[in-house]
Each structure stands twice: as C-alpha cells, then as structure tokens.
C-alpha cells in the first residue's frame, strides 16, 4: 500500500480509483515481469522517435535543462556555481600534478633499468 494519504473518499466495500490502479499494476507487474515494461517502454520510445523525430527531443532537452538549471541556481545561489568552479579548478590541478609526479617516477624506473642492464 501507498504511504501517501489517499484524497479520495472510499465507499463502503468498494475501491478507490488509486487503489484499483494500483491492484491492476501490481497484477500486470507479476504476470509479464519487468521485461514486459522494458518492451512496452522501447516501443513507445520508438514510435515517439517516428511521429517527433530529432527535433523534438532536441526541443525537450533543451527545456528540462533549462528548468533543471533554474532549479539549481533557485535551490544553491549564484555563489554555488563559483564554488564548484573552485573545486573543480582545484582537482584538475591536483591531477596534473599527479600526472607529472607520476611520469618522473616512471622516467627515473625507466633510467633506474637502463642503468641497471649497461652494468
């Protein structure tokens, strides 16, 4: 059962519209198993793909990241960006020098063996 408080009244006996949908889904959901929703979900992608064609998801995209970046600079602020701005300035130079640390290790094993053979 849903832990969300149901809005509709019930009659006595009988089923509220969410309780009869949600007996119907779990019904369907043990009969055909998650590989049915899988079906039904790439046939409906697929048929969307030919009646919209790249536009439209183009176009859909393009709004969702618009809500989702408002959302973001609604939620955190303007300062959230340069902070993670920061963070990330920072882990790249963290990896280069990484980078650079690693590749003299490397360089001084390499000369290390070379030495090592020319003896």
Known sequence: MST?????????????VREAGQKGGETVKKKYGPGFY???????????????????????GKK??????EATRDRYGPNFYEQIG??????????????KRAAAAARQT??????????
């Open 4 to 16: 969300i408080p149901n809005s509709q009244p019930k009659k006595s006996g009988g089923m509220t």
């Open 64 to 69: 969702g990241g618009k809500k989702g970046g």
């Open 86 to 99: 920061q963070k990330g300035g920072q882990k790249v130079k963290q990896l280069i020098e990484e980078g």
């Open 110 to 119: 390499e000369s290390d063996e070379q030495k090592k053979r020319a003896s």
């Open 38 to 60: 899988e079906t039904i979900g790439r046939k409906g992608g697929q048929a969307t793909k030919l009646a919209h064609g790249h536009a439209f998801y183009e176009q859909i």
